[in-house]
């Protein structure tokens, strides 16, 4: 498997991250190498095999729907890089247009 | 009453039972862990954070509590696990630096959360707290505990205690140097791919990987979460028993942990008995491979006959798809990664990049330069396993495989109890030596793997040294049988002499 530059900036946009020109190069370059070595899963026949997600059996945990106390206001906001003038609030740029 | 050695060099067990006879105060324990800490930092960068003031203020606590009990003789520290008394009281703990701490800087290695400190604890932090430890500093991992060697934390690389100019293997390396060059008494890591456990033998220290589900991870920094543990990084077998006793057990929290109740891990240990009898080991021949260090495999076979000395039945078994575990968990852990830090997005935490444009340019502006490399090359990595197209070829391939690398162990375990091998194919290697080539530095970790993908327990300890350099011995159990992986470590522990070794860090 091999990538090219294009893959490789196509993955960097679904995964929101900006690359540079020397590590979008770099990345097709080693991508393709794990991605390489990966392929040796092929030798196996996993056509009858279940996958594998979870190694426990815990299966939907439910818990009664009863509101307990969360984090304060402040405190969910103690960490934000940006909040309105009021700290009321998470602050980024528009997301809809006018 | 004489202490036989320096406080520093205490275990937790051992500073427990001197703190509750009165022998040594909690304050004189944290203060020489202070020094010792102040002594060696500018040679190993084991912590990012060192919660001087914050230790000295709670060890105070501790003493008067300590004082209280000796004078009623209703002393809280007698019993342990958690919720029966306060079995570390006056203790201080070294934790990895991607596990919360209210009101502590957490960064999880990562520039992404430079400044980020947690409104609350996790469990595990909780647990030890009840139990009567009290914070002493945070450990340098690898950024979100990817790699192998420490070198990939944003905050520079953290140099192993036995050579200088060598790695302390990772993620936990910042814990696993802590340990080995007594700057802590007991700590704590996670593991997810081998980040206790390699570290720990390239320190010549313990490090436990519990079963998956066994230790809540509620307020751990998620990096694979189907294969993410907390485990304890200790100086002997019995302080991971002990540390495990406390931390173990069902959190309403985080749902992958059972509900089955968390045993006393010590009550194994209290025998003063080392024979093995009876006790089937089994040697997986898929562990004694090309690319292994041939003084590696020396000190392990050195092991198993010692363990046959005990009385163990060494058995040969075969673990006929441990070469797969590498490409499938490279494929599983990034993927789960990949998710996990699409969080991190400069809006609720972490610094956010100033840049033009949309929230979107911010956002990919803020993840492009708060990652490093390795990050950003299993986020890519996990991405693209994931992606429409894709994801029936890499990701359910590698869950199928993950089926057999499981059944491999179950079969396994229908012959024998415990399972040993080497914890790394190497001792630790030069700083840089495996820095630009991803592949090679995935390599490290081959013999840790597994493990993870299978849910099964295992513990690296002391097994012997090629030029001075740490090799360890690793011991695996089926799932929620860690007594029986403690009681082969510990007989191993206590009829050789390589825990007791020091390195020399003078000059």
Redesign the interface.
Known sequence: MS?TREQ?AH??E??????SDA?LER?AR??S???E??????Q?D?AA????????P?QN?M?PDIVTPS?SRA??L?????TDANHEF?R????LEE | MAIETRLEQLTAHRAAELLRQGAISSVELTHAVLERITQCEPKIHAYLTVTAELALEQAKRADEQLADARKTGDHPSHTFGTGFGAPLLGVPMTIKDVISTQGVTTTAGSRILENFVPVYDATVIEKLKAAGAHLIGKTNPDEFAMGSSTENSGYGVTHNPWDLERVPGGSSGGSAAAMAADEGVFSLGTDTGGSVRQPASLTSTVGLRPSYGRVSRWGVIAFASSLDQVGPMTKDVRDAALILSVIAGHDARDSTTVNTPAPNYLMGLETGDWRLDGMRVGVPREYFVEGMAREVEVTIRNAIAHLESLGAEIHAVSLPHTEYALPTYYLLAPAEASANLARYDGVKYGPRADVAGDVWDVIRATRGRGFGPEVKRRIMLGTYALSAGYYDAYYLKAQKVRTLIKRDFDQAFDQVDVLVSAASPVPPFRIGEKADDPLQMYLADVFTLAQPLAGIPAISLPAGFSDGLPIGLQIMARAFEEEKMLHVAYAYEQTTEWHERKPNLRG
């Not at chain 1, 070595?37 to 092929?42: K, T």
């Not at chain 1, 095999?49 to 426990?56: H, R």
């Not at chain 1, 980024?92 to 997301?95: E, F, G, L």
């Open positions: 990538l490789v993955i960097a679904l995964a929101k991250l900006e690359l590590e990345l080693q991508l190498d794990i991605l070595y990966a392929e040796r899963l092929n196996l996993t095999i279940a996958p594998t997600a979870s190694v426990i815990n945990v818990r984090l405190q969910v103690q960490n934000a890089p940006d998470l980024v740029r528009a997301i």
